[in-house]
């Protein structure tokens, strides 16, 4: 489908200026852009998970949402939205909802309320077959309670409750597969994205993402500066090598279907992508070698399985 993004770049903001997210928050950019691909004429309802997002965003009784907003705990955003969108329903089957007015329920949550705390809700609201939308803006720990680690924290990566020292090379595991997850529960549409090559991507999977039937799952990846270690100005480049490295490949999973949406001309060694952020430093000091050799071969493992899952 064609657009004409000047056009949608002047769409009215859902989310306005003066919350109190960080600068440079990666956060803030994901919602943008996905409630940019609302039709103006549409409603909606969002739910969010507590987290950073939360906390900075909504102030009893301020909120920078434009449309209803829910605040849920961590452990229930899917389950929240999963009864909202239930209760529309009926709401409207009974006549109490004119015919022409049309909502759709957007949630939002970290990684820690998406692949730990809020799991068990999301994947029930997604086997239900509730039409709704669940998006993980993925900064890659509990970043709003001290930058402590999730399963969504990639090896090795410096934390709070990992910390790099003469016993620690960091986190030990390696970074759950949430698309993955959520892709075996067969609903119509999955889909991972970032801010880069193109903010096109992120905008485009949102769209298809808000107007298919029935549930949908967006994991975005979305840099934090504070707890990444990397300046703001370079979120662009950051996300960029996470897509030129295969760290964060651009994909869909479509009614069961697997589609690579960008493939790197040449695929860039992870360390491109490393040594950007001070939480993997200590990958670069002499005796650490085979950790980057053990990273790398991860992602080229993940990496592979994918083209196989979209070459079928």
């Known amino acids: 489908m064609a657009y004409n993004f000047k056009e949608v770049m002047s769409k009215p903001e859902r989310l306005s200026p003066g919350h109190r997210l960080c600068a440079g928050c990666g956060a803030s950019i994901c919602v943008r852009t996905v409630l940019r691909a609302l039709k103006e004429e549409d409603h909606a309802v969002i739910g969010n998970a507590t987290g950073c997002l939360e906390v900075s965003s909504f102030m009893y009784p301020y909120t920078a949402y434009e449309d209803s907003y829910i605040h849920n705990a961590f452990a229930c955003a899917g389950a929240t939205l999963s009864g909202v969108e239930t209760a529309y329903n009926a709401l409207k089957k009974r006549g109490r909802i ?10 939002f949550g970290g990684d820690g309320g998406t692949y730990d705390i809020g799991i068990q809700s999301l994947s029930g609201a997604m086997e239900r077959g509730h039409d709704m939308v669940y998006v993980c803006y993925d900064n890659g720990a509990y970043m709003n309670t001290g930058i402590q680690r999730s399963s969504a924290t990639p090896m090795y990566a410096d934390t709070t409750t990992t910390p790099v020292g003469s016993q620690s090379n960091g986190k030990m595991q390696c970074r759950k597969d949430l698309a993955q997850i959520l892709a075996a529960h067969n609903i119509p549409y999955v889909a991972q994205s970032t801010f880069l090559p193109t903010m096109k991507d992120l905008y485009t999977k949102a769209e298809r993402a808000i107007y298919t039937p029935g549930p949908a799952f ?28 295969c760290y964060w490949p651009l994909f869909e999973v479509v009614d069961g279907k697997w589609i690579l949406n960008y493939e790197p001309r040449k695929k860039l060694p992870i360390e491109d992508f ?4 001070g939480r993997f430093k200590h990958l670069f000091k002499p005796g650490n070698e085979q950790l980057l050799v053990q990273f790398q071969e991860e992602v080229d493992r993940r990496w592979e399985d994918l083209l196989f899952r979209c070459s079928r």
């Open 98 to 107: 004119p015919e022409d007015v049309n909502y759709k329920f957007i949630t």
């Open 218 to 245: 967006l994991n975005v990846m979305a840099p934090c500066p504070r707890g990444w270690r990397f300046e703001a100005r370079d979120m662009a480049e950051i996300c960029k090598l996470a897509v030129e490295t």
């Open 274 to 277: 490393l040594k950007k952020q």
